[in-house]
């Protein structure tokens, strides 16, 4: 278990330290280094002074060096994934998708080129586009997924040529720590640094003069501070925001059936996905029977410490998280009809009964703000244009779920939703050829993608007289 920080190609302790806690346990189980100002700065040089020489490098190489990181990884994946449970809370099963998730993105992105292309000729001009890297990126991301969001940014960075500092959440930095052992091993040093902080240093860092591009995920509120900072230096920015997604049920469905999907699509990872399923609209004809199949599946889920068999939902990661969820309970229980849950768990650590509530209205703080829990609001409907204007009556527009017996029914409803991607009949399927990302005040950008490739690199034009 690597403790030590990612600077200029050596594992090094920090100026300071951090205690790592197990969400499961409320106690800590690992204490890491943790960078001050003057690593920041070290950190930053040294990407810096590695960015020429890397940009150099052809895709090929520098995908090679990915694709030996990727293999490294999957070398010690059980190792990882038992380490995802323990800092990050999710069930080992979950813990091992992500890891899979993770290794498979790096592959993805070492494969990936953006080749010199002529985008236009005739006798008198050719004209060359090719793509140039940045420089130095800042990779920011958030606790829920703190493998997969690490991969998702340092694979398309450095395999179109950037060096790139990568900063954790501070409340899960181990993975990240992980990655970077390895990492050691394959890369020139700077090319990828890896710092912790005490949730001090993503200012610094996305404010740096050096720092040429910022790919931050988290919450809107951060999101935020990261675009104003970035507005000196005009800084390529993609913000990967907060979601409030609204699933529609359409009143062909079955409710047996479709409950399942909702509340799977509702408490995966504890609720704490961005994507998550944060509202449920169901139509009058199917509504109670659909509210009680959703609390019974909250009575019969598995609520345990996701290192042990059969866990289904584990805690939520942090104690800031956990007093906010517990919040949002006591806002469901003054406003609505507690059917499921509704409380803590009487045991150590941050765990949450899974809770179903009805019957609350679309002012409630429940259903305007995003839980980032295991708490799901069920909302009735009477007419479809009316549910739509609801659904889309938020800041946020991430993605969004239609559920029908008729594929065509709901991709009518899709296509009214105002969000990045909406799913009809499915819900999480992110290839990573595929963009993905916020509208609205869910994000600016695109990850995945040839977008989110492109993201990381500028156009570059050479405009030629041929006669
Ligand atoms: P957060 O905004 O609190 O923190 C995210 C990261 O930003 C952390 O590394 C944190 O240390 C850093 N940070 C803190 N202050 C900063 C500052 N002033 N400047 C720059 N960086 C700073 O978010 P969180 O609570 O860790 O994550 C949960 C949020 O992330 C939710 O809103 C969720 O929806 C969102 N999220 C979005 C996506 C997406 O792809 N859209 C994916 C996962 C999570």
Known sequence: MNTKML??????????????????????????????????????????????????????????????????????????????????????????????????????????????????????????????PLGVVAAVTPWNFPFLMVTQKIGPALVTGNTVIAKPAPTTPMCALFIAEEAAKIFPAGVLNVIVDENDLGGPLTAHPDIAKVSFTGSTGTGRKVYA?????????????GGNDAAIVLDDVSPKEIAPKLFNGAMINAGQVCLAIKRVY??????????????????????????????????????MQYEKVLGFLEDARENGTVLAGGDRLDRDGYFIAPTVVKDIPDSARLVREEQFGPVIPVLKYDDIDDVIARANDSEYGLGGTVWSADLDRGVEVAMKIDSGTVWVNKHLDLPFDVPFGGAKQSGIGREGGDEGISAYTQKHVINMALS
Request: glycine share 8%; proline share 3%.
């Open 7 to 132: 600077i200029n190609g050596e594992l090094v302790d920090g100026a300071g330290t951090l205690d790592v806690v197990n969400p499961a346990t409320g106690k800590a189980f690992a204490t890491v280094a943790r960078a001050d100002d003057a690593q920041l700065e070290a950190a930053v040089a040294a990407a810096k002074a590695a960015f020429p020489a890397w940009s150099k490098r052809t895709y090929e190489e520098r995908g090679a060096m990915i694709g030996q990181l990727a293999d490294a990884i999957e070398a010690r994946k059980d190792e990882l994934a038992q380490l995802l449970t323990r800092e990050q809370g999710k069930p080992a099963a979950q813990a091992m998708g992500e890891v899979i998730g993770g290794i498979y993105q790096l592959r993805f992105y070492a494969s990936q080129r953006h080749e010199p292309q002529v985008i236009k000729e005739d006798a008198k001009a050719r004209i060359l586009e090719h793509r140039t």
């Open 229 to 241: 900072s970035g507005a000196d230096a005009l800084k390529r920015i993609t913000l990967e925001l």
């Open 282 to 319: 169901a139509p009058a004809s199917i509504y109670d029977e659909l509210c009680d199949e959703l609390a019974q599946l909250a009575k019969d889920a598995v609520v345990d410490d996701g290192a042990n068999q059969g866990a289904q939902i584990g805690p939520v990661q942090n104690k």
